[in-house]
């Protein structure tokens, strides 16, 4: 197993987790991504827009900083070439793949009031049965739909 | 300085240290994701950890954050209150799911990897957008 991969992501998880905390503690509210962004673009009438694009722009700074403080502080996946350290990695398909994924994403998880933040970490944190319900939903989705494309259509790719 | 601008600053501390630990963990890579999902091919257990470490600072967090009476910049803890499982909640994970897996992108790191935007994701983030009208416009039963 991958030590130093795993670690990195121990601490980032912990910087997730104060993130939440931190958020709850000043402002409130849960820290769930698709909840906060979704509002900020669909809500009507609009309210409260402020932090939601504080919460956004602040979202997007901090790989760029990291990426600007140099010194292979990311966590990318090597294939073969030696990628250790960038910040941020490739997508893993094209346009078509991409604009059928980022609309299963957004409707479901519009419909499903949540994503891997608001459900995962911030429901799991308060123990809601209904969250917990939710991660282990997405999760067997996703695994599955990994199997099928990686190993029944892929051919083990 | 101003409530409604400390509120607003705290919204922006939040997200940036949210995303530095999408970037350090490693989450903005959707092989790392993708490779998290494989239970069938060489798996990368590092988003597990992700998630522990997250799940358990933030329960610690919560319990001693929810005992104060409000948060500091506001009248209530604004919680979630609904306890029941619907049609609504699991489809639409599994939606979510299928979408998660196809791409190895949540919305958080979707949108913390517009620093490094590339046409397919750029694609993603509309169609991700338009989901999220979509799934407004689907009234809930009952």
């Keep these: 197993m991958d030590w130093s991969s795993s670690l990195q992501g121990l601490a980032g998880g912990i910087l997730i987790g104060l993130s939440a905390t931190w958020l709850m503690a000043t402002l409130g509210r849960i820290a769930g991504i698709s909840g906060i962004i979704g509002n900020l673009i669909t809500a009507r009438p609009r309210g409260d827009s402020a932090w939601r694009l504080a919460f956004l722009l602040g979202l997007i700074s901090g790989p760029v900083a990291l990426m600007l403080l140099g010194g292979g502080l990311g966590n990318v996946a090597g294939s073969g070439v030696d990628?250790?350290?960038?910040?941020?990695?490739?997508?893993?398909?094209?346009?078509?793949?991409m604009l059928l994924a980022g609309l299963l994403v957004g409707l479901g998880t519009g419909l499903g009031s949540g994503c891997?933040?608001?459900h995962g970490v911030c429901g799991l944190s308060r123990l809601s049965v209904r969250s917990l319900v939710a991660t282990i939903t997405f999760l067997v989705a996703a695994i599955v739909t990994v199997f099928v494309v990686r190993h029944m259509i892929g051919g083990g790719a | 300085m101003k409530t409604e601008t400390l509120k607003t600053l705290m919204g922006y501390i939040a997200g940036l240290v949210?995303?530095?630990?999408?970037?350090?963990?490693?989450?903005?890579?959707?092989?790392?994701?993708?490779?998290?999902?494989?239970?069938?091919?060489?798996?990368?257990?590092?988003?597990?950890?992700?998630?522990?470490g997250a799940v358990v600072t933030n329960f610690?967090?919560?319990?001693?954050?929810?005992?104060?009476?409000?948060?500091?910049?506001?009248?209530?803890?604004?919680?979630?209150?609904?306890?029941?499982?619907?049609?609504?909640?699991i489809g639409g994970a599994a939606l979510f799911g299928i979408g998660w897996g196809l791409s190895g992108y949540c919305p958080g790191p979707a949108f913390a990897s517009i620093g490094g935007l590339t046409l397919p994701l750029l694609a993603m983030l509309v169609a991700m957008v338009v989901g999220w009208f979509l799934a407004r416009a689907i009234p809930a039963r009952g």
């Design chain 2, 18 to 52: 949210f995303g530095l630990g999408l970037a350090v963990s490693g989450m903005t890579d959707p092989a790392r994701v993708l490779g998290f999902l494989d239970l069938f091919g060489a798996w990368d257990p590092t988003l597990m950890f992700v998630l522990g």
């Design chain 1, 116 to 118: 891997t933040s608001g």
């Design chain 2, 60 to 89: 610690i967090g919560y319990r001693l954050v929810l005992r104060r009476p409000h948060p500091v910049f506001g009248e209530r803890f604004q919680l979630p209150t609904r306890t029941d499982l619907d049609g609504r909640l």
């Design chain 1, 83 to 97: 990628v250790t350290g960038e910040v941020i990695g490739q997508p893993a398909g094209g346009v078509p793949l």
